[in-house]
């Protein structure tokens, strides 16, 4: 990623004007975003493949070796694209991989469009439409660009600015490795589980799989729930807003697809 000198002095100017004023709905210094559209490509290539190349912390399941798991993921990662309702459907990569680890209940997507889901997630759930709807949160914070505001707030100037320069690989790495555990803000969660609706409505599955997970996560006693699930707002309203959102829109039924979640969950190691 390179800028002109031009455009870094913008830049800086209203990195400078946005922390000096604004503030978010929890009284905290509002987190500006002031990567470009281009710039959450380019980064989400270049945290895609920090990840990649560290198979110790990020074991990635082979798609050679698991063809039948990665036609399941493909099926519900284009059908969740093809609502017609992510604005950046053309622009961002939307490439899906399989982090074999069963003891790891997560999915993340990094800026771009790079989705990683984990085994233990995905056979924790029991429905084709539960892990759709968690992929549609997880699609909702790269195409609402949460995960570069996140970063912007998160790491601050020194961290981003050598990022921008691509002088500090060590930095890159550090910041990849947390992007599991990035931190957002209550709207921005709140807006990631309504388009998890939006995104879903469309098309055949039930639009209230979130919800159906943080039920489970629930009846389970909370449990140790990964970081976009667990933050605030707590899962209870969570779950209500989620299915208040999905009455509003018009309470249509989709299905669940069970059965052939459990093909899917057979295709895994």
């Given amino acids: 990623m390179k800028r002109n000198f031009k455009t870094l002095l913008l830049t800086v100017l209203t990195l400078a004007i946005g922390f000096s004023g604004c503030k978010d709905e929890?009284?905290?210094?509002?987190?500006?975003?002031?990567?470009?559209l281009q710039d959450d490509i380019d980064f989400g290539a270049q945290v895609a493949a920090e990840i990649e190349s560290d198979p110790v912390n990020f074991p990635i399941l082979d798609s050679a070796s698991y063809p039948e798991a990665y036609e399941h993921l493909r099926r519900i990662t284009d059908t969740i694209l093809n609502s017609g309702k992510v604005e950046y459907r053309e622009e961002f990569v939307w490439q899906t991989k399989i982090i074999e680890d069963d003891s790891t209940l997560n999915a993340f997507c990094t800026p771009g469009g790079y989705i990683y889901v984990y085994t233990g997630l995905i056979k924790f759930l029991e429905s084709e439409d539960e892990l759709a709807g968690v992929m549609g949160h997880e699609i909702a914070h790269a195409d609402e660009r949460h995960s570069t505001e996140a970063l912007t707030k998160q790491y601050g100037t020194d961290v981003l600015f050598a990022?921008?320069?691509?002088?500090?690989?060590?930095?890159?790495?550090?910041?990849?490795?947390?992007?599991?555990?990035?931190?957002?803000?209550?709207?921005?969660?709140?807006?990631?589980?309504?388009?998890?609706?939006?995104?879903?409505?469309?098309?055949q599955y039930d639009a209230r799989g979130a919800a159906r997970f943080f039920e489970k996560l629930i009846a389970q006693g909370g449990g140790s729930g990964p970081e976009f699930l667990s933050?605030?707002?707590?899962?209870?309203n969570r779950v209500a807003d989620i299915i208040s959102y999905w009455e509003d829109k018009g309470s249509k039924e989709g299905e669940r697809f069970e059965d052939r979640y459990k093909d899917f969950k057979n295709s895994l190691p």
Avoid: C, W
């Fill in 231 to 236: 933050t605030h707002p707590n899962p209870e």
């Fill in 26 to 36: 929890d009284g905290n210094k509002k987190a500006v975003n002031f990567f470009t």
């Fill in 163 to 203: 990022i921008l320069f691509g002088n500090d690989q060590g930095t890159l790495a550090q910041v990849a490795k947390g992007m599991i555990g990035l931190k957002y803000s209550r709207n921005n969660e709140s807006e990631a589980d309504m388009r998890s609706v939006d995104y879903l409505y469309p098309t």
